[in-house]
């Protein structure tokens, strides 16, 4: 009745397979399907097995792709999916056995030659052979197939690996233009997923696909279990072992993202997709884009009129954020995050307004805190959110009143006590520093300081290691600034001096991005100061005790105005010590105590106004040209699915 193939077996000796990819012609009602349906296999579960896998097919592809013109087998193939698909939505029982097993073998196949198909075709081409022997609508019936699939059938134990492979043929169809040297604009493939007739359904897919995410499930179903068929179980083992994703299968030393993926695939798949969907045809209308943006919380009970594309759908924002928690530190939770951030102002408000936003903040911060072996895109992205959040008041004062204790990841200093927005503070001056030793990217630390900036009026009580690391930044970078101020006087003096004439060019640059970081780090310094001067007397005494490295700058006139401020500020303490130490003798304490009592009768009317600090996080033209080759690179990543990404031309112009 069956047929049990090995991993080890040779595919192009196999009987049923050289009939499917021969010139015979095998009739949809051929009862050879189910014999060759039925069949054992150790599905690839990593990036090493799936490229050994498609190594190992190959002959068989390439067999088929002579003889499909002939005999049109591989759109009988896609004729017996829509069939069974069909037959699967119908059903009022969804968990029969041998059914499903062979709708997922079904499935597997044609991603497998879809996917063949992709890397060596163009997209004419693949259509070309999707349609033989067909009425020119095989493949929009297939995409409308997948996405009913994900849509409409429940997902349960019997059902998982179903949803999971629907899923990545998706991402494999997706994933044309990578291959195919096309922008999506340009592909008959993506105007059939971004404008068919399946779109009515791209709310609920977008839904669907978040709510997997959300939910996290790991599958612990096995094809046939408890049956007492043979021919059943004798598959079992082979589909448990790529439903289960045991990591002893792993041999191509998976990253962290891989392991959530062999966790939870479904989740982490849906992921991708959602990703990948949103990120694309961004010019034109995308459905799932704007259901995406669009979405609201199901507990706000506010009547909100769906958009005009009809896009409205509600989820359960308390479950998404706890589940964004949980998965913060990944790659492909942190976009997402800027996504909804970025362009959904109903979960933008949503998670401002949680009394618990550390459990979101923390993995954010430690993501950061670890830049040396993350990736630059992570650490950007990670930026941009904090920044993002920066924009907000509450957020800015709500992390100040934020208490943490025991900070063991952060091995610099032990911190038994600190607020969310010290620990914020210290970590985003840490990668400022990373930044300026070994990245040396502008916009990076400009998102740095920006962030800083927005939340500058609103720091209270910095702890004193705090108010040591922000004076003692201005001060190394006021040494590096004085030095390479002082190389640049000698070269254009024409003093001899080792450095070369590329060298020259560099060290401009240099002085020029350090005077921009000095400057933001006095406004810095300064709107805190103006702002919250009796709220952190511990900033205050740091100042006093480093107050030579801001003499130094007094008469420097890109420093002059905003340095006077300063001044003002260190006099007038200065000469409250004066005072209190003609009295008696000042120790840590009595200096700590008078910076205390003097604040009280601060006469702020002294201070010179400076306009508000406050940065908006604004996209960039094009953002496409860093978001889509960003997100493939995820795709491979964090999933066994190998994308051939040698075109990097390609994809950056998608």
Same mark, same amino acid.
Request: aromatic share 10%; proline share 3%; net charge negative.
């Given at each position: 009745?069956?047929?049990? &193939? ?13 009939? #499917? ?22 599905? %690839? ?13 190959? %002959? ?22 829509? *069939? ?28 497998? !030659?879809?996917?063949?198909?992709? /890397? ?6 693949? !259509? ?49 233009? !990578? ?33 997997? #995410? ?39 030393? @998976? ?15 849906? +992921?991708? +997709? ?58 492909? /939770? ?20 949680? +009394? ?50 025991? &900070? ?67 001060? =190394? ?19 001899? *001096? ?5 060298? @020259? ?117 094009? %953002? ?24 990097? =031309? ?5």
């Amino acid at each position: 009745m069956g047929i049990a &193939i090995s991993k080890d077996l040779d595919f192009h000796q196999n009987d049923y397979l050289k009939k #499917f990819v021969s010139q015979e012609v095998i009739n949809l009602n051929d009862p050879f399907w189910n014999r060759l349906l039925t069949f054992n296999l150790s599905i %690839p579960t990593n990036r090493h097995d799936q490229l050994a896998f498609e190594s190992r097919i190959e %002959p068989c592809c390439q067999e088929l792709l002579r003889n499909n013109s002939i005999s049109g087998n591989f759109g009988t193939l896609i004729d017996l999916f829509l *069939i069974r698909s069909s037959e699967l939505l119908a059903a009022s029982n969804s968990d029969a056995d041998l059914f499903n097993w062979q709708l997922f073998n079904v499935l597997f196949i044609l991603r497998s !030659i879809l996917k063949f198909f992709m /890397e060596i075709l163009s997209e004419e081409e693949i !259509i070309k052979q999707i349609e033989i022997n067909g009425d020119n609508t095989r493949l929009e019936s297939l995409i409308g197939a997948l996405v009913g699939t994900l849509v409409d059938v429940p997902i349960k134990d019997s059902t998982y690996a179903i949803h999971l492979e629907a899923t990545t043929t998706l991402l494999v169809l997706l994933s044309v233009p !990578i291959y195919a040297g096309k922008r999506p604009d340009d592909c008959f493939i993506y105007r059939l997923i971004m404008k068919g007739k399946h779109i009515i359904h791209a709310p609920l897919l977008i839904k669907k696909l978040i709510a997997n #995410f959300i939910k996290q499930e790991r599958n612990s179903y096995r094809f046939g279990s408890g049956q007492g068929n043979s021919i059943v179980l004798g598959i079992a083992s082979g589909i448990w072992s790529m439903l289960t994703f045991n990591s002893k299968s792993s041999s191509d030393g @998976d990253n962290l993202e891989l392991a959530n993926f062999h966790e939870v695939p479904l989740a982490s798949q849906s +992921l991708l +997709l959602v990703l990948v969907l949103v990120h694309h045809w961004t010019t034109h209308t995308n459905p799932y884009r704007s259901s995406l943006f669009s979405c609201a919380n199901y507990e706000d009970n506010t009547p909100i009129l769906p958009t005009k594309d009809g896009t409205l759908f509600k989820l359960d924002f308390s479950s998404f954020y706890e589940t964004l928690c949980k998965r913060a530190s990944g790659e492909a /939770e942190t976009l997402l995050l800027y996504l909804l951030l970025h362009r959904n102002s109903n979960f933008k408000k949503y998670l401002l307004s949680r +009394l618990d936003i550390e459990q979101l903040v923390i993995p954010i911060l430690k993501t950061l805190y670890n830049a040396p072996t993350s990736n630059s895109h992570h650490i950007y992205m990670s930026l941009i959110i904090l920044l993002i959040l920066s924009e907000d008041d509450s957020f800015n004062k709500t992390i100040h009143e934020t208490k943490l204790k025991h &900070i063991l990841w952060y091995t610099e200093r032990v911190l038994n006590e600190i607020s969310l927005g010290g620990l914020l503070i210290l970590v985003v001056i840490r990668t400022i520093q990373y930044n300026m030793l070994k990245m040396r990217d502008k916009y990076l630390h400009t998102n740095c300081l920006a962030a800083l900036a927005n939340m500058s009026a609103e720091f209270r009580d910095l702890h004193p290691y705090v108010s040591q690391r922000l004076v003692s930044l201005f001060e =190394t970078l006021a040494k590096k600034y004085q030095r390479l101020v002082q190389n640049l006087d000698k070269i254009k003096n024409g003093q001899e *001096i080792s450095i070369s004439m590329k060298e @020259d060019s560099d060290l401009e640059q240099d002085v020029s991005v350090l005077e921009e970081v000095l400057r933001m780090l006095l406004e810095i310094l300064n709107s805190c100061l103006s702002n919250q001067l009796i709220q952190n007397p511990n900033l205050v005494y740091t100042l006093l005790y480093k107050k030579q490295t801001f003499e130094m700058f007094k008469n420097n006139v890109v420093f002059q105005d905003i340095i006077h401020n300063i001044e003002i500020i260190l006099q007038y303490f200065s000469q409250l010590l004066t005072d209190k130490s003609q009295q008696y003798e000042v120790d840590a304490t009595q200096v700590l105590l008078t910076i205390q009592q003097g604040s009280k009768s601060w006469p702020k009317e002294k201070l010179t106004r400076f306009p508000e600090l406050k940065f908006k996080y604004v996209e960039e033209e094009s %953002p496409e040209e860093f978001f889509i080759p960003y997100v493939w690179e995820l795709v491979n990543q964090q999933s066994f699915l190998h994308i051939n990404n040698e075109n990097n =031309t390609v994809i950056a112009t998608c």
